[in-house]
């Protein structure tokens, strides 16, 4: 068959202009330099992918995302945002459910009580939790080639665009990310175009105040495409509520809702707890974790940044009826014990573990049983129970991280 | 299972090239390898990568003057049609692995990957039918 001339000088023209590429030089080197810097290269996330096809969804996430500017976080407006205190005595249901680490002679825990407003729902990371309209998709990455919808929630990832895109001038953001993040990043309060100059207003000059006990501040800026940006920044809590788009009221209708979530409203803990004495990788001789009558599932999904003590909830959700179904299903099928131990010539033994996965089984007399999944690095990768252990499948890692629209990475097979 | 280094090693040098054919730019080709990989280095025990498939080789035959302005048009083509055009007809990937990279519908492949061949074929030297026997 005659080759499409098309394709043909293509592939001549790229093979035609390859040897302009730079010379890799001691590219490994400079890749773990830059990964010991902790530079954006933690930060910009992971859509998992257990291939050559990782390093190049990298390059292509980085090659066409659009660049971003600074951000200055300025005077605080308290009545825009509401939260209550409870005392850290949760009532959680069951007996093993994981409990917040909070210090309760120094903290308030707090707890949103606020249901989302008809027709909305709630999304919640980094002990931030607020309220979108439900069509509106909750990613933990930014990841397609596919038109961007009217609007979306990231959180729990942040972002890794697929096949970039530039966001049009009718198009919404709700942003739940890392201070620290952001500002690595130089993200936070970025025009939409990613382009510096793009001649936004300019804001109001930094000046953090309280906010209901806690240091927050917030800005308001207009976009140079016609949009409002607002930010809420959690210094205390190192988070930061992010939203853009044309319509000013609905942002701060998003906005009124924003509540701080030490236990959030599906019931995970803002920050993992320690781990329970059973969850340990030689459990010797154990049955393998059971789900018994159990009907409903909250999904936690932790990860750990740079310098936190503990990980953090980066994505959550109550899964009902058949939404539930494939995680129990997976976990049901799952084979006792623990994963065997990747190659130590491929193990980096100073890699910790960066991302956890606590399920919380509910069965139908309102007992709770609490199941962590390790599936992250290269040893110690199980499944657990107060009473099991089983293996992490990728069948299991699909159905939690899919229910939270988050990628994941694991070298465990099947 | 390949080593960070014994994959760097083997595949570093294409990388650069793959990412210098999307971007064009030889600095931000570098930039991005080096942040792709060492985002790689942190995951590299979740990390398996696949062996590959051999590599392309080019037949002289299209004229010099016709790469060029094909190079010029690839540099105005939207970055995500010049992704896939890069992906399927340099790397040699398969419509279902391009979509994978670029974590899109393969459809998506199909048609950004015939917009830019259409816009291609604009500047493939015609034939003159007319002169022939």
């Not at chain 1, 005659?2 to 080197?29: K, M």
């Not at chain 1, 009718?170 to 990613?194: D, Y």
């Not at chain 1, 065997?340 to 007992?367: I, K, M, N, W």
């Not at chain 2, 570093?12 to 390898?33: C, I, Q, T, W």
Request: aromatic share 4%; with cysteine; charged share 20%.
């Amino acid at each position: 068959m005659t080759e499409d001339p098309a394709v043909r000088l293509l592939r001549e023209t790229l093979t035609a202009h390859e040897s302009e590429a730079p010379e890799p030089g001691n590219l490994a080197n400079a890749a773990r330099s830059r990964a010991a810097a902790a530079g954006r290269t933690w930060w910009s996330g992971v859509v998992a992918a257990a291939a050559v096809v990782f390093v190049v969804i990298g390059i292509g996430a980085a090659l066409v995302r659009g660049g971003n500017g600074g951000v200055k976080i300025g005077p605080a407006s308290p009545s825009s945002v509401a939260a209550v205190t409870h005392s850290p005595a949760v009532s959680t249901p069951g007996s093993a459910a994981p409990q917040p680490t909070v210090d309760s002679t120094s903290s308030p825990l707090w707890v949103p009580n606020r249901p989302p407003p008809d027709g909305w729902k709630l999304v919640s990371s980094l002990g931030v939790e607020l309220a979108v309209p439900k069509d509106w998709p909750v990613v933990g990455a930014i990841a397609g080639c596919d038109p961007l919808p009217a609007a979306f929630v990231e959180r729990g990832g942040g972002a890794v665009a697929g096949c970039g895109y530039t966001e049009p001038a009718t198009f919404t953001l709700v942003q739940i990310e890392r201070l620290s993040t952001m500002r690595v990043l130089g993200s936070a309060g970025a025009p939409a175009t990613g382009d510096a100059s793009a001649g936004r207003a300019p804001g109001p000059s930094p000046s953090p105040q309280p906010l209901n006990r806690l240091p927050a501040s917030f800005t308001e800026r207009a976009l140079a495409d016609g949009r409002t940006e607002v930010a809420l920044s959690f210094e205390d809590r190192d988070a930061v509520v992010l939203l853009r788009g044309p319509d000013k009221d609905l942002l701060f209708k998003v906005f009124g809702t924003v509540q701080l979530a030490d236990l959030d409203s599906v019931g995970c803990p803002a920050v993992l707890a320690p781990p329970p004495v059973w969850d340990r990788a030689d459990r010797g001789s154990v049955p393998k974790v059971g789900i018994g009558n159990a009907d409903r599932v909250t999904v936690c999904a932790y990860s750990s940044g740079p310098g936190e003590a503990s990980p953090r909830l980066a994505a959550s959700a109550g899964l009902t009826g058949s939404a539930a179904v494939p995680v129990l299903k997976a976990l049901d099928s799952a084979s006792a014990g623990r994963n065997p131990d990747a190659d130590p010539a491929d193990c980096l033994p100073s890699t910790p573990e960066l991302s956890r996965l606590v399920l919380l089984l509910h069965h139908p007399g309102g007992a709770v049983d609490q199941v962590q999944a390790h599936h992250d690095g290269c040893r110690n990768r199980y499944v657990a129970d107060a009473d099991g252990q089983s293996r992490v499948t990728i069948p299991l890692l699909q159905a939690a991280y899919g229910a939270l629209g988050m990628g994941f990475a694991t070298n465990v097979a099947g | 299972v390949e080593s960070f280094d014994g994959f760097v090693a083997a595949r570093g040098a294409a990388l650069l090239r793959f990412a210098y054919l999307v971007s064009g730019d030889r600095h931000a080709a570098e930039d991005l390898v080096q942040s792709a990989l060492a985002k790689a280095f942190r995951r590299w025990s979740t990390v398996s990568p696949e062996p590959r498939g051999g590599s392309v080789t080019a037949s002289p035959g299209m004229d010099i003057e016709a790469r060029g302005a094909a190079w010029q048009l690839l540099a105005t083509l939207p970055r995500r049609q010049r992704a896939v055009l890069v992906l399927r007809f340099y790397e040699d990937l398969d419509d279902d692995a391009v979509a994978r990279v670029l974590s899109c519908s393969p459809s998506t492949v199909r048609s950004n990957a015939a917009r830019g061949l259409a816009a291609l074929r604009r500047l493939v030297p015609t034939v003159d039918t007319e002169a022939l026997p």
